[in-house]
């Protein structure tokens, strides 16, 4: 049985994004944080999804795990990370053998089927689909890319399947910042062709072009140069400063009588993004879920 190595480090609140950051830096297969003070008087509940930030940074002591292919990989990256400036209250909790069947059923029951709506489901190859489940994306969990699990982007599917299923397929879409590629491939499952879908990360063109294979749908997967012209429907499931930074390019492809969604946005942030895409579209907020908000504007047709 072949073994991964687990570096565990206890460190702040403050603290975790840094060291989780750094862990992937230094190509950290995964990272996961944990309350320090499970199972005590001090614990405290916390969401979030690989990818995506979460509400707060972490617990006021959180143990950052992170997995290693072997034990001088794990001892290298902790020993650079250690002799950081900012690392002062990082410590090292444990560097221990994993073996790897087990980090992959421990992963694995820790994903069951996210409903979207009650008639489309993601669900992961060792499920069964549920048999009110009439579309079903085929998913599982990578190791940096959005599962379905986190608001923005069940907002976003859920958008899509309302949409579609009022009888608006889309004759080309938009994915821009697509990630594991799951809005590109939920448009596809909902009747949409010509999908474009875009990243600057090219380990997200490879996960993008795997899942759509599993899933029997076609993407046009690249970089962002690869959109072109215009779109009755553009997707953008970033976060807001981007998203920001991004209105002009994003507005010119959005196709007269075409809608946008954008989404990563936190309830406070409406204001800002709003502004920022007046100028072109007058966007509205229309889905909120556990304080992350999924907003739409529609160009007027010519």
Same mark, same amino acid.
């Given at each position: 049985?072949?073994?991964?190595?687990?570096?565990?480090?206890?460190?702040?609140?403050?603290?975790?994004?840094?060291?989780?950051?750094?862990?992937?830096?230094?190509?950290?297969?995964?990272?996961?944080?944990?309350?320090?003070?499970?199972?005590?008087?001090?614990?405290?509940?916390?969401?979030?999804?690989?990818?995506?930030?979460?509400?707060?940074?972490?617990?006021?002591?959180?143990?950052?795990?992170?997995?290693?292919?072997?034990?001088?990989?794990?001892?290298?990256?902790?020993?650079?990370?250690?002799?950081?400036?900012?690392?002062?209250?990082?410590?090292?909790?444990?560097?221990?053998?994993?073996?790897?069947?087990?980090?992959?059923?421990?992963?694995?029951?820790?994903?069951?089927?996210?409903?979207?709506?009650?008639?489309?489901?993601?669900?992961?190859?060792?499920?069964?689909?549920?048999?009110?489940?009439?579309?079903?994306?085929?998913?599982?969990?990578?190791?940096?890319?959005?599962?379905?699990?986190?608001?923005?982007?069940?907002?976003?599917?859920?958008?899509?399947?309302?949409?579609?299923?009022?009888?608006?397929?889309?004759?080309?879409?938009?994915?821009?910042?697509?990630?594991?590629?799951?809005?590109?491939?939920? @448009?596809? *499952?909902?009747? %949409? /062709?010509?999908?474009?879908?875009? $990243?600057?990360?090219? +380990?997200? !063109?490879? #996960?993008?072009? &795997?899942?759509?294979?599993?899933?029997?749908?076609?993407?046009?997967?690249?970089?962002?140069?690869?959109?072109?012209?215009?779109?009755?429907?553009?997707?953008?499931?970033?976060?807001?400063?981007?998203?920001?930074?991004? @209105?002009? *390019?994003?507005? %010119? /492809?959005?196709?007269?009588?075409? $809608?946008?969604?954008? +989404?990563? !946005?936190? #309830?406070?942030? &409406?204001?800002?993004?709003?502004?920022?895409?007046?100028?072109?579209?007058?966007?509205?907020?229309?889905?909120?879920?556990?304080?992350?908000?999924?907003?739409?504007?529609?160009?007027?047709?010519?």
């Amino acid at each position: 049985m072949s073994h991964l190595f687990e570096l565990a480090l206890v460190c702040r609140e403050a603290d975790v994004e840094t060291v989780s950051d750094a862990l992937m830096e230094v190509e950290a297969l995964a990272v996961s944080v944990e309350d320090a003070d499970a199972d005590t008087d001090a614990e405290q509940a916390l969401f979030g999804e690989p990818g995506m930030p979460a509400p707060k940074a972490g617990w006021e002591r959180s143990v950052v795990k992170a997995l290693f292919a072997s034990e001088a990989e794990a001892t290298e990256a902790v020993t650079l990370l250690l002799a950081q400036d900012w690392a002062e209250d990082v410590h090292v909790q444990a560097i221990q053998a994993v073996p790897e069947q087990d980090w992959v059923r421990l992963t694995q029951s820790q994903f069951a089927p996210v409903e979207i709506t009650p008639e489309f489901w993601i669900v992961p190859s060792w499920h069964e689909a549920p048999p009110q489940a009439r579309r079903v994306m085929r998913l599982d969990p990578g190791l940096a890319f959005g599962t379905g699990t986190h608001p923005t982007t069940r907002m976003c599917l859920r958008w899509i399947a309302r949409h579609a299923d009022a009888g608006k397929p889309w004759p080309r879409v938009l994915d821009y910042g697509c990630g594991s590629g799951i809005l590109a491939i939920g @448009a596809a *499952l909902h009747g %949409a /062709h010509s999908i474009d879908a875009v $990243d600057i990360d090219p +380990a997200a !063109i490879t #996960s993008s072009n &795997a899942n759509a294979q599993g899933n029997g749908v076609t993407l046009n997967v690249g970089l962002p140069e690869l959109a072109q012209g215009e779109y009755p429907l553009v997707i953008a499931n970033i976060l807001a400063s981007p998203l920001k930074l991004l @209105a002009p *390019l994003l507005c %010119a /492809h959005v196709a007269p009588g075409g $809608d946008m969604i954008l +989404a990563g !946005i936190l #309830s406070r942030q &409406a204001d800002e993004l709003k502004a920022a895409y007046a100028p072109w579209l007058a966007l509205e907020v229309s889905d909120e879920e556990e304080g992350w908000i999924l907003m739409t504007a529609r160009r007027p047709a010519a």
